[in-house]
Structure formats: structure tokens, C-alpha cells
């Protein structure tokens, strides 16, 4: 079965500063994708960035990239240069194997980004 | 392109009344899903479906079912709500059967009381 775990409940950043957001996962697949989705207030999951567990560089989206150790079994979230619009719950995610059918997400990170 | 539509917006209802919650998406994605969406409990697969015509039960399937005739639609049905359905309920597609992109509708928030 796969889990994920997001230990940071919230976390308040200033403006232009960078966050990063942490995910670790526990799997026995092999083949398996890490996701990560924004939910700002109005409820909306926002897609932002997968990564592949046999991608070797680490995805990278803008200001958003993916920090993955697979050894460590991590895939943080950082975000360059953080802006108001940034502030929002972030959700880490991941499929397990080939066709899986689901997304299995850890309980989220609420970010403040103060101005 | 409107991508994923959810229908209703809100909802109010009655313990025990029969409920369909309308999902609809405009990419000719092959899969689409439902998630629940609890407090502190992050997002439940309910139901997904592969392709039109299948369709399979998720992590929490109780209580709830689907169908997909089309591509397009794919809703989901309370038979008999329950106050522990009160929940934000998310529907989402993907191009194929093995998820590397996956993209939500707006949400229904259903209360059951």
C-alpha cells in the first residue's frame, strides 16, 4: 500500500523568500508518479508538477520544482521566490505501479506567505 | 474549454434521500475519478472509471455508485445519504489509464443532515 506524509501542518514565509514543502512516501512499487496539487481558498485543486520514479532529473514547473531523493523516499515541493498568491493549501500525492487507478494524498501543508 | 464541470454547486440534504452528483469533462479524457474530501483526512478515491463502460471501486466505495455510458459523464449517486456523506466531493479525468497528469472539477459541497 502506498502512503504519503506531509509532517508541516502550516508554515508562514515572507514575500520572495523560498518554501519548501515536505513529502515523504512509502511504497514497494518500482514504478510510481509523486504529484503535487495547490487548493487556494476557493477550493479549486490545482495541478502543478509530477515527477516520475524513473525521471532522473527532478521535474520543474516556473517557480516550482521538485526536489526528489528517491533513497530517501522524499519529494519536497520548493517554490522560488514566494508571492502572495502563493499562500494556499498544498497537497503531495502519488500513484503506485503501472495503470494504478488511484491517487493516494497526504494530509496537506497550509503556506502563508506574509507580505 | 470548460475542462471539468460539477454540478450542483452546494447541496443541502435530507438523511436517507437519493442523491446524483453530475460530473462532465470536455477533453475526451479516458479516465475520470471521484474523491471525497474530509477535514484532516486529505483526498479518498470513491469509484474511478479506465475507459466508457467500466468502471471500479475505490479506497472508500460504500454507499455511493457510478456509471459512464460516455466519455464525457461520469455521476455519481448517494442512494440513501447519510450524515458521514457530508463531505466536499471532487471529480477528475486523466488522458490514460496510467495517471501522469491528473486535473479536478471545482468541488460539490454536499451536507447531509
Known amino acids: 500500500a502506498q502512503k504519503i506524509t506531509q509532517t508541516q501542518p502550516g508554515m508562514f514565509v515572507q514575500e520572495k523568500e523560498a518554501v519548501t514543502l515536505d513529502c515523504t512516501y512509502d511504497t514497494s512499487d518500482q514504478s510510481y508518479g509523486l504529484f503535487w496539487y495547490k487548493q487556494p481558498s476557493s477550493g479549486e485543486m490545482i495541478f502543478l508538477i509530477y515527477?516520475?520514479?524513473?525521471?532522473?532529473q527532478n521535474a520543474t514547473e516556473g517557480r516550482y520544482s521538485l526536489n526528489f531523493q528517491k533513497a530517501r523516499k522524499s519529494a519536497n515541493l520548493v517554490i522560488s521566490a514566494s508571492q502572495l498568491g502563493d499562500s494556499a493549501m498544498y497537497f503531495c500525492?502519488?500513484?503506485?505501479?503501472?495503470?494504478?487507478?488511484?491517487?493516494?494524498f497526504g494530509q496537506g501543508t497550509r503556506l502563508t506567505i506574509n507580505p | 474549454i470548460a475542462g471539468i464541470t460539477q454540478a450542483p454547486t452546494s447541496q443541502i440534504l435530507a438523511a436517507g434521500r437519493r442523491m446524483t452528483l453530475r460530473c462532465t469533462q470536455d477533453m475526451r479524457h479516458n479516465a475520470m475519478y471521484w474523491y471525497r474530501q474530509d477535514l484532516g483526512l486529505g483526498l479518498r478515491l470513491i469509484h474511478y472509471s479506465n475507459t466508457a463502460g467500466t468502471t471500479g471501486k475505490g479506497e472508500v466505495p460504500d454507499g455511493y455508485s457510478v456509471s459512464r455510458a460516455n466519455t464525457d459523464d461520469f455521476p455519481l449517486t448517494l442512494a440513501s445519504a447519510v450524515p458521514s456523506q457530508t463531505s466536499v466531493y471532487f471529480c477528475?479525468?486523466?488522458?490514460?489509464?496510467?495517471?501522469?497528469?491528473?486535473?479536478f472539477g471545482p468541488g460539490t459541497r454536499l451536507t447531509v443532515l
Open positions: 477528475a479525468s486523466s488522458p490514460g489509464w496510467t495517471i501522469n497528469e491528473q486535473f
Open positions: 500525492a502519488m500513484r503506485g505501479g503501472q495503470g494504478a487507478q488511484k491517487l493516494v
Open positions: 515527477q516520475g520514479s524513473y525521471d532522473e
